[in-house]
C-alpha cells in the first residue's frame, strides 16, 4: 500500500495567516491526489481534487500544487472557519490511503 | 444537493454484526459507485470497501475482506455495509461517500455525517 506523511501534524496560525502543508506519497502518484478538510463533529469535506482543481463551491483561498511524491495546499488568508484538520489522500493506486491529517488551530 | 445519511451504528458486542444503512438523495445514486470510509476516535481516515454502480463488483480493505459486504439498493437510493464477526478495532465512525467518477475513481466528493459503530464486551 502507499503510504502518506503530512507535515507539519499541527500549526498554530493567526487570523489572516498564509498556511501550507505538504504531504507526501511512498510512491509515485501522478496527480492523483486530493485534500479534505474536517472539523470537529463533522464529515470530511473535499476542497481539491488532481492535486489543484479546486471542488466546486470551494473558495479561491484554497490551492493545491505537487505532482509524482510530492504535495502542498495552501490557505490565504485564513478565516476563524478555515481552522480544522487537514487531510490528504491518494487515489491513484489501489488501495486508497489517507495522510495522519494536519490540525490548523489558533495561535 | 447531494446527502447521504448513514444509520445502524450502535453497541456490539466482540464477534457480534451490525448492518449500517446509507441513504442517497440530490443525485442520479445508480450512476455513482460509493463507498464506506471509516474514522476510529481521534484517529485518521480509512477506506473499507466500494460498490461499482450495479453491484457487479465489490471492493474491500484487507482487514475487512470475508467480514464485512458492501451492497446497495439502486430502486431505494440505498448503501448498505454488512459487518460481522465485529472486532475492537472496528469501533469508528463510518461514513458513506460518493465516489467522483464513474468508473471508480476512490476520489470521494461527497461524505455523509456517519454513524458510530462501537464494539465493546
Known amino acids: 500500500d502507499i503510504q502518506m506523511t503530512q507535515s507539519p501534524s499541527s500549526v498554530s496560525a493567526s487570523v489572516g495567516d498564509r498556511v501550507t502543508i505538504t504531504c507526501r506519497a511512498s510512491q509515485g502518484i501522478r496527480n492523483s491526489l486530493a485534500w479534505f478538510q474536517q472539523k470537529p463533529g463533522q464529515a470530511p469535506k473535499s476542497l481539491i481534487y488532481?492535486?489543484?482543481s479546486l471542488q466546486s463551491g470551494v473558495p479561491s483561498k484554497f490551492g493545491g500544487s505537487g505532482s509524482g511524491t510530492d504535495f502542498s495546499l495552501t490557505i490565504s488568508g485564513l478565516q476563524p472557519e478555515d481552522f480544522a484538520t487537514y487531510y490528504c489522500q491518494q487515489y491513484n493506486t489501489y488501495p486508497p490511503t489517507f495522510g495522519p491529517g494536519t490540525t490548523v488551530d489558533i495561535k | 444537493e447531494v446527502q447521504l445519511v448513514e444509520s445502524g451504528g450502535g453497541l456490539v458486542q466482540p464477534g457480534g454484526s451490525l448492518r449500517l444503512s446509507c441513504a442517497a438523495s440530490g443525485f442520479t445514486f445508480s450512476y455513482y459507485w460509493m463507498a464506506w470510509v471509516r474514522q476510529a476516535p481521534g484517529e485518521g481516515l480509512e477506506w473499507v470497501a466500494s460498490?461499482?454502480?450495479?453491484?457487479?463488483?465489490?471492493y474491500y480493505v484487507d482487514s475487512v475482506k470475508g467480514r464485512f459486504t458492501i451492497s446497495r439498493d439502486n430502486a431505494r437510493n440505498a448503501l448498505f455495509l454488512q459487518m460481522n464477526s465485529l472486532r475492537a478495532e472496528d469501533t469508528a465512525l463510518y461514513y458513506c461517500?460518493?465516489?467522483?467518477?464513474?468508473?471508480?475513481?476512490?476520489?470521494?466528493?461527497?461524505w455523509g455525517r456517519g454513524t458510530l459503530v462501537t464494539v465493546s464486551s
Open positions: 460498490i461499482k454502480q450495479d453491484g457487479s463488483g465489490e
Open positions: 461517500a460518493r465516489d467522483w467518477g464513474v468508473w471508480g475513481s476512490y476520489y470521494f466528493d461527497y
Open positions: 488532481a492535486a489543484s
